[in-house]
């Protein structure tokens, strides 16, 4: 920030601002919020009460800003009546919008090709070769310097990128060849990628702005970014089936949720799932299930269904199936055998009359 007249507030919160060691972008946004609510607001901002805060709110929702912005606002109001005046009245009531998490724009290989193909001259095309080659953020490109690059690790050190993190990024054989081609042209001896000045780096806006040109040259219709490269970057390393892990410790993610959202655009991750519905089909008579009958059901297929292909050389004929034999007539039965007349049962012995004993003499 200048030295230029300013009220003790505003260079109070800026002192507390560099006492937490902010940025300097980040000290201009703060402080510009919190003028646009002073203006809204007619007064003094530390003479505010919450209910003027819920209606600088509300008039940005019906203005129609982004969500985005609108939060950018109340967290600039919070540091300012939370650090700065230590009206926590105030400060912990202010409200968040949620902010609708949206598919990021992924590049084809081929598209990809394309756009680094159509970069102007070698610094943009070696710039947006390592926010592609290397998955690096824009503000990490424009800050590398040429003691950055290990050739012989093969190997990007990043320094104080984003959350003030030092991280190594890769670096591929083809972008290592690229980037001693611009150095070759160029010959920087402080940043990699120097401004006009040749003393100050690239700015992000230049760098986007060679982004866009290269993306029109292309014909590529897509909103493109040097961050468009980096999404890029994630998702075709998740299509490779490289670990999720891997690619967060590459981007630089604190957390793994962050990189999780590459998996919803990974297209070729998501074709090679199978649904269990598909199992839960039942077979057909020829053993094949529903989908793989449709699948099959092309002209080709229905063509080799219908026709009979010869048999190849050596194989053998196969056996017709023999034809059933004839059932031989059964044997009328035989007549019966007439049955014998039984023989008449012989007459039975009338008994002897028993003897009558003699009287005793």
């Given at each position: 920030?200048?030295?230029?007249a ?25 402080v ?35 969500p ?84 012989r ?76 490269l ?45 649904s ?16 793989e ?42 007549p ?26």
């Amino acid at each position: 920030m200048t030295d230029m007249a300013i009220s003790p507030l505003r260079r109070r919160m800026i002192e507390d601002m560099t006492i937490r060691k902010l940025t300097p972008k980040t000290q201009h946004t703060y402080v510009r919020f919190v003028k646009d609510f002073s203006i809204f607001f007619g007064r003094s901002p530390d003479k505010a009460a919450f209910e003027d805060v819920r209606r600088y709110q509300l008039h940005l929702t019906c203005r129609g800003v982004s969500p985005c912005s609108v939060n950018a606002a109340m967290t600039a109001l919070r540091f300012f009546y939370r650090v700065t005046l230590r009206r926590l009245d105030i400060s912990e009531h202010i409200p968040l919008v949620p902010q609708p998490r949206k598919l990021p724009v992924i590049l084809s290989p081929e598209e990809v090709a394309r756009l680094l193909e159509a970069a102007r001259g070698a610094k943009y095309k070696a710039a947006l070769s390592v926010a592609y080659g290397a998955g690096l953020r824009a503000s990490e490109i424009i800050s590398l310097k040429v003691s950055d690059i290990d050739s012989r690790r093969m190997l990007i050190r990043v320094e104080q990128g984003k959350g003030r993190k030092d991280r190594f990024a890769m670096l591929s054989p083809h972008l290592l060849q690229l980037l001693r081609t611009w150095w070759l042209v160029e010959r920087p001896r402080g940043y990699l990628f120097p401004g006009r000045d040749r003393i100050n780096p690239l700015t992000v806006r230049q760098l986007h702005r060679g982004c866009f040109e290269a993306a029109q040259t292309a014909g590529i219709n897509k909103r493109v970014s040097p961050h468009v490269l980096r999404h890029s970057f994630a998702t075709h390393l998740l299509e490779r089936n490289v670990d999720i892990r891997v690619i967060q410790v590459l981007l630089g993610h604190a957390k793994l949720d962050t990189t999780a959202i590459y998996t919803r655009v990974a297209t070729k991750v998501i074709q090679e799932v199978t649904s269990p519905l598909e199992h839960l089909i039942p077979k057909h008579g020829n053993g094949e299930s529903l989908a793989e009958q449709a699948e099959l059901a092309t002209p080709v297929e229905r063509r080799k269904r219908t026709t009979r292909t010869a048999p190849s050389k050596g194989a053998k004929p196969r056996n017709h199936a023999k034809p059933h034999r004839q059932a031989k007539p059964r044997n009328h039965a035989k007549p019966r055998r007439q049955a014998k007349p039984r023989r008449q049962a012989k007459p039975r012995k009338q008994a002897k009359p028993s003897r009558q004993r003699k009287p005793a003499a």
